[in-house]
């Protein structure tokens, strides 16, 4: 059974412009979320996806998108960045029977300039 | 809405000296509770969940934490540290029920540090 993967590990933007991360979901797991995690904080809830269809929000402007493919691999895109979009990008996916456990990615470091 | 509130931003202890990493949330309505782990530059790992049934729950590695619905505390525990129990420590919560399996709320994290 494959882990969850992520990628870049590490990516460096400058303001206004977009970016696209992408994660790898784990065998088998048809759900994925995303969160944000500032420095020195706690992972927010940005979204989930299940079925390739967006199924939760939190409280995240528009600018920040999601898609997730059919092989349920993921992307969360990230339009006009702004330099408190810098922080770490944790996807986590799991399987939507009861409650299942979401199983974290390494994660990607944004540091947006 | 819910919310996570961990007491401790940090917590320095000396190797096996037992240790307690305090949680208490806020929820309207009936929650899963978790910790997760997180080493230096690495994702998160879960330590262990309470679903229902024993409030006691228990990790392989030896920590364990209670629910304590009266007092809604979830603190976390661990008789005797190691050295590589240093990590950043997440108390989590989780809608028991409802469609929006992965909305996770998180504490602010406490950072667990054991010296030799």
């Known amino acids: 059974e494959t882990g969850v993967t992520q990628s870049p590990t590490h990516l460096i933007k400058t303001r206004g412009q977009q970016v696209t991360l992408r994660c790898s979901s784990q065998?088998?797991?048809?759900?994925v979320s995303w969160y944000q995690q500032a420095l020195g904080q706690g992972p927010q809830f940005i979204f989930q996806?299940?079925?390739?269809?967006?199924?939760g929000r939190g409280n995240f402007p528009p600018r920040f998108s999601g898609l997730q493919f059919p092989n349920y691999s993921s992307e969360l895109n990230v339009n006009a960045l702004e330099l408190d979009d810098s922080a770490l990008y944790l996807c986590?996916?799991?399987?939507?029977?009861?409650?299942?456990?979401?199983?974290f990615g390494p994660g990607t470091r944004l540091t947006v300039l | 809405a819910q919310s996570v509130t961990q007491l401790d931003s940090q917590v320095p202890v000396f190797e096996e000296a037992p240790v307690e990493l305090r949680c208490n949330y806020s929820?309207?309505?009936?929650?899963?509770l978790f910790w997760y782990v997180q080493y230096p530059n690495q994702g998160l790992q879960l330590l262990l969940k309470?679903?229902?049934?024993?409030?006691l729950v228990e990790s392989i590695n030896g920590f364990e934490a209670e629910f304590n619905k009266s007092q809604t505390s979830f603190h976390l525990r661990k008789p005797s540290v190691h050295i590589s129990d240093t990590a950043e420590y997440f108390c989590?919560?989780?809608?028991?029920?409802?469609?929006?399996?992965?909305?996770?709320?998180f504490g602010q994290g406490t950072i667990l540090t054991v010296h030799p």
């Open positions: 986590a996916s799991s399987k939507p029977t009861g409650v299942d456990t979401q199983y």
């Open positions: 309470y679903l229902s049934g024993s409030t």
């Open positions: 929820s309207s309505v009936s929650v899963y």
């Open positions: 996806y299940y079925r390739e269809e967006e199924n």
């Open positions: 065998s088998g797991h048809n759900t």
């Open positions: 989590a919560v989780r809608n028991a029920g409802g469609t929006s399996y992965g909305k996770l709320t």
